[in-house]
């Protein structure tokens, strides 16, 4: 099994599990996970596997998802994408607070609509937003954060520039059927998903990290990596996992 030091959720998120997989080769290779944790404390607990995996990286003394991403970065892991699909995945994140589990369980993502702009990072930077209420923790709540990993090539940017010069009828139609907003940028026209009263409106921001995902959600989804408090955050995604109607999560 290829093992790599360095980014691990662009690694162990790599999971490209489809309906028709082998399930005892996604067993096998969840199970040389678990094992790799392990020598390290920190245990993995595999909630799902379909129709896309649901990994629960958990700790006892969890403060928020960067700090546990941040212990995880000092050892290497297996590449499960490549052991499992045979090939790498070009992976985009998206991390959102733990409450939010339930509607991304129902729909694959956590845009309402669906084909709403979100915001996707590489690893590093999507952690920055998974548990927003670290620090202010409430007793009686659950928190952690839901790290969604899809394959870039199924979302699309949210935003596109054209040279004025070159937009032609034909093109302006075509992209404003994809980008219902425009404004001239310096000899370029700006078509973007963003309205023009939202502040990443013609932003570097929406240019950097702005996309939407065009079709069906699950298409795009490759794997869910939860994190929180050991015990704790494996009964809040069981619970949730049970509540969810409309998609049968098994493993």
Not at 27 to 43: A, F, G, Q, T
Not at 126 to 140: F, I, K, T, V, W
Not at 177 to 187: A, D, R, V
């Amino acid at each position: 099994m290829t093992r790599f030091a360095g980014l691990l959720f662009d690694r162990v998120s790599l999971l490209h599990f489809t309906q028709d997989m082998d399930l005892d080769k996604i067993e096998i290779v969840c199970d040389e996970l678990k094992s790799d944790l392990l020598k390290h404390s920190i245990p993995l607990h595999v909630m799902a596997v379909q129709p896309r995996p649901i990994l629960v990286i958990s700790d006892a003394n969890y403060s928020n998802s960067r700090s546990l991403y941040d212990s995880l970065l000092k050892f290497p892991l297996m590449d499960i994408g490549q052991a499992i699909a045979g090939r790498e995945l070009p992976l985009i994140h998206r991390c959102r607070p733990l409450k939010q589990l339930e509607y991304i369980l129902r729909n694959g993502c956590d845009a309402d609509p669906t084909d709403n702009v979100i915001s996707c990072a590489e690893i590093e930077k999507a952690l920055e937003y998974g548990d927003s209420q670290a620090g202010q923790r409430d007793p009686d709540k659950v928190y952690g954060g839901v790290l969604m990993s899809f394959d870039a090539s199924r979302l699309s940017q949210s935003s596109a520039r054209v040279k004025t010069a070159a937009l032609t009828p034909e093109l302006q139609l075509e992209l404003e059927s994809i980008y219902p907003f425009s404004k001239e940028l310096g000899g370029k026209t700006y078509f973007t998903r963003v309205a023009p009263n939202e502040k990443q409106f013609g932003s570097e921001y929406e240019r950097d990290f702005g996309w939407f995902i065009p079709g069906d959600p699950f298409d795009a989804l490759v794997a869910l990596t939860i994190f929180g408090q050991e015990n704790e955050v494996q009964n809040y995604v069981k619970n949730a996992i049970d509540k969810c109607a409309n998609v049968t999560w098994t493993l």
